[in-house]
Every structure is written in C-alpha cells, then in structure tokens.
C-alpha cells in the first residue's frame, strides 16, 4: 500500500502570499496524484488530477507539480476565500488508495 | 444541477448495521467508478471503498474488509454501501464521489454528495 505524507500539517499565510503544500509518496506513483481543497462542514473539492491538470472551474493561482514520489501544490497569490484544509491523495489504479494527513491554511 | 445525495446515516448501537445510499443526478452514472471517503469528528479524510464501473469489482480499505460491502445499481442511480458489525471508530461522515473520466484506470474523485453522519454509541 502506498503512503502519503504531506507537510506542513497547518501553516499561516496572509491573503496576496505565495503558498506551498507538499506530498511525499512511500513510492513511485508517476503522476497519480490529486488534490483536493475542504472547508469546514462541506464536501471536498478536488482542485488538481493527475498532479498538474486544473479541474473545471478552479481559478489559475491554483497549480500542481511534480512526479514519482514528491508532489506540490502552490497557490500563487492567497485570496480569502483559500483558507481551508489541503489533501492529496494518490490515484493509482489498484485501491486501497490513501489520503495525505491534510494541510491546514489559515490566516 | 448536479447532485450526489447521500442518506441512511443515523445512530446506531455497536454491533449495528445500516444502508448508506448515493442517489446521482445530473451526470452520468453507469459506467463510472464510485466510491465511499469518511472523516471522522476533527480527523482527515479516509477512502473506504470502491467499486469500478464495468465490470463491478469492488474494493475495500482494511479497516472495513468483511464488515462492509459497496454495490451499485445503475438503473436507479445509486450507490450503496451496507455497514455491519459497526464500532464506535467508524463514527464519521460518509461521503459519496463519482469518478471524474470514464474507464482511465485513475481514481479522481471529481463529484462528491454532501455526506451523511453516522454516529455508532451506545
């Protein structure tokens, strides 16, 4: 089974910063690789697939890169409404699939 | 509109079962891999359990082998997932996702319902 870390578990930001999320995997996945955004009481949301590919209707600040094992994900310029936990998650085509511990932005 | 609605959550007493159900409206659902994420009171996100679109084979996490059983029934929309033996660990909110693109052999859970509370205590 493949294990996600991600770092930093929470971090603190001002609107208008460059933010930077990590996600390590205990082993090469390519790039099978999300992320996801959730804000308290609500669903997630995913953000990025298969490590750099936008989902409809995510803003451009949001990014993803990387492959094989270590991953990132950047917001660009914080705005307000960012203030939420960050999860990866690995995709790969055979289940059990595994979330990162998830990432907590706050102002 | 799209929508993924779960229901079935409730209280239940150690030992207990209950049904979840994920009615999916406005997109496609045949076809299209599904799966069971919960998060516990103030905890991250766990997968539990999935189920391809075609053929059906399914999947589980550890933590829920032998206890729960996904299905699907793709002429009413809806995902299932049968609990049983319940533990006061799988007190969480489950919530339902369908796979973004059809038949790539990823797990991208594009589509989520709103979730439904499932609270095991006695």
């Known amino acids: 089974d493949f294990q996600m870390t991600q770092s930093p578990s929470s971090l603190s930001a001002s609107v208008g910063e460059r933010v930077t999320i990590t996600c390590r995997a205990s082993?090469?996945?390519?790039?099978?690789l999300n992320w996801y955004q959730q804000k308290p009481g609500k669903a997630p949301k995913l953000l990025i697939y298969a490590a750099s590919s936008l989902h409809s209707g995510v803003p451009s600040r949001f990014s993803g890169s990387g492959s094989g094992t270590d991953f990132t994900l950047t917001i660009s310029s914080l705005q307000p409404e960012d203030f939420a936990t960050y999860y990866c998650?690995?995709?790969?085509?055979?289940?059990?699939?595994?979330f990162g511990g998830g990432t907590q932005v706050e102002i | 509109e799209v929508q993924l609605l779960e229901s079935g959550g409730g209280l239940v007493q150690p030992g207990g079962s209950l049904r979840l159900s994920c009615v999916v409206s406005?997109?496609?659902?045949?076809?299209?891999?599904m799966t069971w994420v919960r998060q516990a009171p103030g905890k991250g996100l766990e997968w539990v359990s999935g189920v391809t679109g075609s053929p059906d084979d399914t999947y589980y996490a550890d933590s829920v082998r032998g206890r729960f059983t996904i299905s699907r029934d793709n002429s009413k929309r809806t995902l299932y997932l049968q609990m049983n033996s319940l533990r006061a660990e799988d007190t969480a909110a489950y919530y339902c996702?369908?796979?973004?693109?059809?038949?790539?052999?990823?797990?991208?859970?594009?589509?989520w319902g709103q979730g439904t509370l499932v609270t095991v205590s006695s």
């Open positions: 082993q090469s996945i390519s790039n099978y």
């Open positions: 996702a369908r796979d973004l693109v059809l038949g790539d052999g990823r797990w991208d859970f594009g589509y």
């Open positions: 406005g997109l496609t659902f045949s076809g299209y891999a």
């Open positions: 998650q690995h995709s790969y085509t055979t289940p059990p699939l595994t």
